[in-house]
Protein backbone atom coordinates (compact mmCIF):
# COMPACT_ATOMS: atom_id res chain seq x y z
CA UNK A 1 0.00 0.00 0.00
CA UNK A 2 1.63 3.25 -1.66
CA UNK A 3 0.76 6.60 0.22
CA UNK A 4 1.34 8.41 -3.06
CA UNK A 5 -0.82 6.25 -5.16
CA UNK A 6 -4.07 6.95 -2.05
CA UNK A 7 -3.17 10.67 -2.43
CA UNK A 8 -3.63 10.11 -6.35
CA UNK A 9 -6.89 8.65 -6.30
CA UNK A 10 -8.03 11.58 -3.41
CA UNK A 11 -6.92 14.14 -6.42
CA UNK A 12 -9.13 11.93 -9.03
CA UNK A 13 -12.06 12.09 -6.61
CA UNK A 14 -11.95 15.68 -6.29
CA UNK A 15 -11.48 16.10 -10.36
CA UNK A 16 -14.52 14.88 -10.78
CA UNK A 17 -16.34 16.64 -8.27
CA UNK A 18 -14.92 19.80 -8.61
CA UNK A 19 -15.80 19.72 -12.65
CA UNK A 20 -19.47 18.45 -11.80
CA UNK A 21 -21.84 20.79 -10.95
CA UNK A 22 -24.30 18.26 -10.36
CA UNK A 23 -22.23 16.70 -7.73
CA UNK A 24 -22.20 19.93 -6.06
CA UNK A 25 -25.59 20.78 -6.11
CA UNK A 26 -25.98 17.15 -4.28
CA UNK A 27 -23.47 17.67 -1.24
CA UNK A 28 -25.62 20.86 -0.22
CA UNK A 29 -29.26 20.62 -1.97
CA UNK A 30 -30.51 17.13 -0.36
CA UNK A 31 -29.15 17.93 2.98
CA UNK A 32 -31.02 21.15 3.02
CA UNK A 33 -34.07 19.55 1.71
CA UNK A 34 -33.83 16.74 4.43
CA UNK A 35 -33.61 19.47 6.91
CA UNK A 36 -36.70 21.48 6.10
CA UNK A 37 -38.79 18.64 5.54
CA UNK A 38 -38.13 17.23 8.87
CA UNK A 39 -37.42 20.32 10.57
CA UNK A 40 -41.70 20.85 10.28
CA UNK A 41 -42.41 17.41 10.96
CA UNK A 42 -40.65 17.62 13.93
CA UNK A 43 -42.39 21.08 15.23
CA UNK A 44 -45.85 19.82 14.00
CA UNK A 45 -45.20 16.76 16.44
CA UNK A 46 -43.91 19.00 18.80
CA UNK A 47 -47.43 21.09 18.96
CA UNK A 48 -49.44 18.65 18.96
CA UNK A 49 -48.06 16.97 21.82
CA UNK A 50 -47.71 19.06 24.86
CA UNK A 51 -45.80 16.53 27.54
CA UNK A 52 -42.92 15.45 25.79
CA UNK A 53 -43.34 16.59 22.08
CA UNK A 54 -40.65 18.71 22.38
CA UNK A 55 -38.14 15.49 22.96
CA UNK A 56 -39.78 13.48 20.35
CA UNK A 57 -39.37 16.66 18.32
CA UNK A 58 -35.73 15.94 18.93
CA UNK A 59 -35.29 12.77 18.20
CA UNK A 60 -36.29 13.18 14.73
CA UNK A 61 -34.44 15.64 13.84
CA UNK A 62 -30.81 14.13 15.70
CA UNK A 63 -32.14 10.50 13.64
CA UNK A 64 -32.07 12.29 10.05
CA UNK A 65 -28.93 13.85 10.75
CA UNK A 66 -27.04 11.02 11.52
CA UNK A 67 -29.21 8.80 8.98
CA UNK A 68 -28.08 11.33 6.59
CA UNK A 69 -24.51 10.72 7.83
CA UNK A 70 -24.79 7.44 6.99
CA UNK A 71 -26.16 7.54 3.56
CA UNK A 72 -23.78 9.90 2.20
CA UNK A 73 -20.71 7.46 2.94
CA UNK A 74 -22.70 4.31 2.08
CA UNK A 75 -23.75 5.69 -1.66
CA UNK A 76 -20.40 7.90 -1.52
CA UNK A 77 -18.14 4.80 -1.91
CA UNK A 78 -20.76 2.68 -3.87
CA UNK A 79 -20.38 5.94 -6.23
CA UNK A 80 -16.51 6.35 -6.37
CA UNK A 81 -16.32 2.89 -8.26
CA UNK A 82 -19.93 3.74 -10.38
CA UNK A 83 -18.50 6.93 -11.83
CA UNK A 84 -15.30 4.90 -12.94
CA UNK A 85 -17.27 1.98 -14.79
CA UNK A 86 -19.94 4.79 -16.29
CA UNK A 87 -16.64 6.80 -17.61
CA UNK A 88 -15.13 3.63 -18.71
CA UNK A 89 -11.97 4.71 -16.89
CA UNK A 90 -11.88 1.48 -14.75
CA UNK A 91 -9.67 -0.34 -16.37
CA UNK A 92 -7.13 2.42 -16.63
CA UNK A 93 -7.33 1.75 -13.14
CA UNK A 94 -6.21 -1.34 -13.09
CA UNK A 95 -3.70 -1.51 -15.16
CA UNK A 96 -1.65 0.50 -13.04
CA UNK A 97 -0.12 -0.97 -9.54
CA UNK A 98 -3.51 0.74 -8.09
CA UNK A 99 -5.17 -1.56 -5.55
CA UNK A 100 -8.47 -2.29 -3.77
CA UNK A 101 -7.25 -1.26 -0.53
CA UNK A 102 -5.62 1.94 -1.93
CA UNK A 103 -9.10 3.10 -3.34
CA UNK A 104 -11.18 2.40 -0.89
CA UNK A 105 -9.22 4.05 1.87
CA UNK A 106 -9.24 7.04 -0.76
CA UNK A 107 -13.03 6.93 -1.31
CA UNK A 108 -13.34 7.18 2.49
CA UNK A 109 -11.00 9.79 2.99
CA UNK A 110 -13.34 11.50 0.27
CA UNK A 111 -16.36 10.61 1.87
CA UNK A 112 -14.88 11.85 5.19
CA UNK A 113 -15.12 14.91 4.07
CA UNK A 114 -18.85 15.27 2.86
CA UNK A 115 -19.77 13.83 5.85
CA UNK A 116 -18.57 16.85 7.88
CA UNK A 117 -19.57 19.17 5.06
CA UNK A 118 -23.16 17.31 5.59
CA UNK A 119 -23.02 17.49 9.35
CA UNK A 120 -22.06 21.32 9.64
CA UNK A 121 -24.66 22.64 6.96
CA UNK A 122 -27.76 20.27 8.83
CA UNK A 123 -26.92 21.19 12.40
CA UNK A 124 -26.19 24.25 11.30
CA UNK A 125 -29.74 24.48 9.91
CA UNK A 126 -31.48 22.55 12.19
CA UNK A 127 -29.62 24.94 15.14
CA UNK A 128 -30.61 28.63 13.41
CA UNK A 129 -33.84 27.23 12.30
CA UNK A 130 -35.64 25.00 15.11
CA UNK A 131 -33.27 25.90 18.13
CA UNK A 132 -31.74 22.05 18.11
CA UNK A 133 -28.03 21.90 18.21
CA UNK A 134 -26.89 18.44 17.80
CA UNK A 135 -22.95 19.56 18.27
CA UNK A 136 -24.20 20.68 22.23
CA UNK A 137 -24.01 16.76 22.42
CA UNK A 138 -20.45 17.04 21.85
CA UNK A 139 -18.03 13.97 22.11
CA UNK A 140 -20.65 11.68 22.87
CA UNK A 141 -21.33 12.18 19.27
CA UNK A 142 -17.92 10.82 17.76
CA UNK A 143 -18.56 7.54 18.31
CA UNK A 144 -21.97 6.94 17.31
CA UNK A 145 -20.77 8.93 14.04
CA UNK A 146 -17.94 6.63 14.00
CA UNK A 147 -19.68 3.21 13.93
CA UNK A 148 -22.15 5.30 11.08
CA UNK A 149 -19.26 5.49 8.93
CA UNK A 150 -17.96 1.89 9.74
CA UNK A 151 -21.45 0.31 8.93
CA UNK A 152 -22.26 2.79 5.85
CA UNK A 153 -18.24 1.89 4.22
CA UNK A 154 -19.02 -1.79 5.07
CA UNK A 155 -22.50 -1.78 3.07
CA UNK A 156 -20.72 0.16 0.12
CA UNK A 157 -18.41 -2.47 -0.14
CA UNK A 158 -20.39 -4.77 -0.43
CA UNK A 159 -22.69 -3.58 -3.18
CA UNK A 160 -19.95 -2.80 -5.14
CA UNK A 161 -19.01 -6.11 -5.31
CA UNK A 162 -22.32 -6.82 -6.64
CA UNK A 163 -21.95 -4.72 -9.27
CA UNK A 164 -18.88 -6.07 -10.16
CA UNK A 165 -20.85 -9.40 -10.46
CA UNK A 166 -23.92 -8.53 -12.03
CA UNK A 167 -22.53 -5.15 -13.58
CA UNK A 168 -24.74 -1.72 -13.32
CA UNK A 169 -27.84 -3.79 -13.98
CA UNK A 170 -27.39 -3.46 -9.76
CA UNK A 171 -26.44 -0.03 -9.60
CA UNK A 172 -29.80 0.87 -8.02
CA UNK A 173 -28.79 -0.73 -4.87
CA UNK A 174 -26.16 1.70 -4.44
CA UNK A 175 -29.09 4.49 -3.87
CA UNK A 176 -31.57 2.37 -2.54
CA UNK A 177 -30.28 -0.26 -0.26
CA UNK A 178 -29.94 1.90 2.83
CA UNK A 179 -33.66 2.73 2.18
CA UNK A 180 -34.44 -0.88 2.25
CA UNK A 181 -32.87 -1.51 5.82
CA UNK A 182 -34.36 1.77 6.91
CA UNK A 183 -37.75 0.34 8.16
CA UNK A 184 -36.00 -2.09 10.33
CA UNK A 185 -33.28 0.15 11.61
CA UNK A 186 -35.15 2.19 14.56
CA UNK A 187 -34.24 5.47 12.95
CA UNK A 188 -36.84 7.38 13.65
CA UNK A 189 -38.41 5.67 16.33
CA UNK A 190 -37.63 3.17 19.22
CA UNK A 191 -37.31 -0.23 19.01
CA UNK A 192 -40.28 -1.14 21.06
CA UNK A 193 -41.95 0.25 18.44
CA UNK A 194 -41.74 -2.83 15.90
CA UNK A 195 -43.50 -5.94 16.24
CA UNK A 196 -41.40 -8.71 18.04
CA UNK A 197 -40.14 -10.35 14.74
CA UNK A 198 -38.81 -7.65 13.34
CA UNK A 199 -36.98 -6.35 16.66
CA UNK A 200 -35.12 -9.75 16.40
CA UNK A 201 -34.08 -8.80 12.63
CA UNK A 202 -33.36 -5.10 13.81
CA UNK A 203 -30.75 -6.11 16.46
CA UNK A 204 -29.06 -7.88 14.08
CA UNK A 205 -27.99 -4.54 12.60
CA UNK A 206 -25.67 -1.86 13.51
CA UNK A 207 -27.85 0.98 13.06
CA UNK A 208 -30.13 -0.24 15.64
CA UNK A 209 -27.84 -0.02 18.42
CA UNK A 210 -26.64 3.19 17.27
CA UNK A 211 -29.88 5.07 17.10
CA UNK A 212 -31.15 3.68 20.27
CA UNK A 213 -27.58 4.69 22.12
CA UNK A 214 -27.96 8.02 20.09
CA UNK A 215 -31.48 9.07 21.93
CA UNK A 216 -30.49 7.82 25.05
CA UNK A 217 -27.96 10.41 25.18
CA UNK A 218 -29.93 12.89 23.87
CA UNK A 219 -32.68 11.63 26.86
CA UNK A 220 -29.82 11.26 29.78
CA UNK A 221 -26.53 12.45 28.69
CA UNK A 222 -25.10 9.02 29.45
CA UNK A 223 -23.17 6.91 26.52
CA UNK A 224 -24.89 3.60 26.97
CA UNK A 225 -21.55 1.48 26.15
CA UNK A 226 -23.68 -2.04 25.76
CA UNK A 227 -25.26 -0.24 22.72
CA UNK A 228 -21.82 1.11 21.41
CA UNK A 229 -20.51 -2.37 21.67
CA UNK A 230 -22.97 -4.52 20.06
CA UNK A 231 -22.62 -1.96 17.40
CA UNK A 232 -18.65 -2.52 17.00
CA UNK A 233 -18.98 -6.42 17.27
CA UNK A 234 -21.81 -6.22 14.23
CA UNK A 235 -19.81 -3.72 12.65
CA UNK A 236 -16.86 -6.16 12.59
CA UNK A 237 -18.81 -8.85 11.51
CA UNK A 238 -20.20 -6.96 8.63
CA UNK A 239 -17.02 -5.63 7.18
CA UNK A 240 -15.40 -8.81 7.22
CA UNK A 241 -18.28 -10.65 5.37
CA UNK A 242 -18.37 -7.13 2.81
CA UNK A 243 -14.91 -6.94 1.92
CA UNK A 244 -14.56 -11.07 1.66
CA UNK A 245 -17.77 -11.23 -1.01
CA UNK A 246 -16.00 -7.73 -2.80
CA UNK A 247 -13.11 -9.61 -3.41
CA UNK A 248 -14.50 -12.89 -4.28
CA UNK A 249 -16.56 -10.67 -7.06
CA UNK A 250 -13.69 -8.47 -7.91
CA UNK A 251 -11.66 -11.54 -8.84
CA UNK A 252 -14.33 -13.55 -10.73
CA UNK A 253 -14.73 -10.53 -12.87
CA UNK A 254 -11.17 -9.95 -13.43
CA UNK A 255 -10.60 -13.74 -13.82
CA UNK A 256 -13.31 -14.00 -16.23
CA UNK A 257 -12.28 -11.00 -18.40
CA UNK A 258 -15.26 -9.02 -17.47
CA UNK A 259 -13.83 -5.95 -16.02
CA UNK A 260 -13.65 -3.96 -19.56
CA UNK A 261 -17.41 -4.94 -20.06
CA UNK A 262 -18.79 -3.44 -17.48
CA UNK A 263 -21.86 -1.33 -18.20
Same mark, same amino acid.
Given at each position: ?24 ? &? ?14 ? *????? +? ?6 ? +? ?18 ? +? &? ?100 ? *? ?19 ? +? ?42 ? *? ?20
Amino acid at each position: MKLHRINAIILHHIYFWYKSMPRWL &DIFYWPVVTILVWGFI *SNFVA +QGQPDGGE +QVALFLLGGVILWMLFQRAQ +Q &DLAISYLQDIWSRSIVNLYVSPLTNAEFIIASMVIGVLKVIITLVVMGALAAVLYGFNIFTLGFSLLPFIALLLIFAWALGIFVTGIVFRYGTDAQVLAFGI *SFILQPVAAVFYPLSILPPWV +QIIALTLPLTHIFEGMRAVMATGVIPINSLLWALGLNIVYMILG *SWYFVAMFNHTKKMGLLAKLE
